[in-house]
């Protein structure tokens, strides 16, 4: 199994609808993130989780809504999304607090709202 | 504000020369840096790391500069090879403060045969 999984890998989405993103991380991680990559921006940071809390929100919008059962799976709750909220959303997993911030990243959700 | 810095969006190189990508950063407390790179429709997969109290690391073809009264790193490729096109991005950290990169834009390589 590969260390981080998102599914699904392409998402199309109308303003109306309401869908989720998947990830979940097989390396025993205490730390999982979420991440937007628009065309020519960094990476930019969403939220935050440690040890299932929330520990950052990085001033996302509402109509994004993060979910954290366990310490291995993260979800991303999409609801009346905005055509440029379109980019890759990438899924990360990390040691966590004390170590040294290397992520390791699923293969992202492409997303598209129209 | 931009903390990290990807000046340059692309760079071509033929094949079997050096590839020279660089990052500049304002936030003096960042001391640990990274590079990631990222082929289409993948993840970022880390590449090569260094923490502050070094100058250099070496990983094969790939090695890190950190010049920190410049607040600049490099990482050169040699040979440059043709799977190496892709986009590269730093990152820096401070380490253990909850472990939160902070990313460059990247920059993309392309490696002429």
């Known amino acids: 199994e590969t260390g981080v999984t998102q599914t699904p890998r392409h998402l199309v989405m109308g303003m109306t609808n309401k869908k989720s993103l998947k990830c979940e991380q097989h390396?025993?991680?205490?730390?999982m993130y979420w991440y937007k990559q628009s065309a020519k921006k960094p990476l930019e940071l969403m939220f935050v989780?440690?040890?299932?809390?929330?520990?950052e929100n990085n001033s996302v919008p509402s109509r994004f809504s993060p979910e954290c059962p366990n310490s291995s799976h993260l979800f991303l709750h999409l609801h009346t999304l905005q055509p440029e909220d379109s980019a890759l959303y990438l899924c990360?997993?990390?040691?966590?607090?004390?170590?040294?911030?290397?992520?390791?990243f699923g293969e992202g959700s492409r997303l598209t709202v129209l | 504000d931009q903390q990290v810095k990807q000046n340059s969006p692309s760079l071509s190189v033929q094949e079997g020369r050096i590839s020279i990508l660089n990052c500049d950063y304002t936030n003096s407390m960042f001391d640990y840096f990274l590079w990631y790179k990222k082929y289409p429709a993948e993840g970022p997969t880390f590449l090569i790391s260094?923490?502050?109290?070094?100058d250099k690391n070496e990983d094969g073809r790939f090695t890190v500069f950190l010049n920190k009264s410049a607040k600049h790193l490099s990482l050169h490729i040699v040979p440059s090879q043709p799977g190496d096109s892709a986009v590269y991005f730093c990152a820096a950290s401070v380490a253990g403060a909850n472990s939160k990169l902070t990313f460059g834009k990247g920059i993309t390589l392309s490696v002429r045969p």
């Open positions: 260094i923490s502050s109290i070094k």
């Open positions: 390396l025993g991680h205490n730390a």
């Open positions: 989780y440690n040890f299932k809390e929330q520990t």
């Open positions: 990360a997993s990390s040691q966590g607090q004390g170590g040294t911030g290397e992520l390791f």
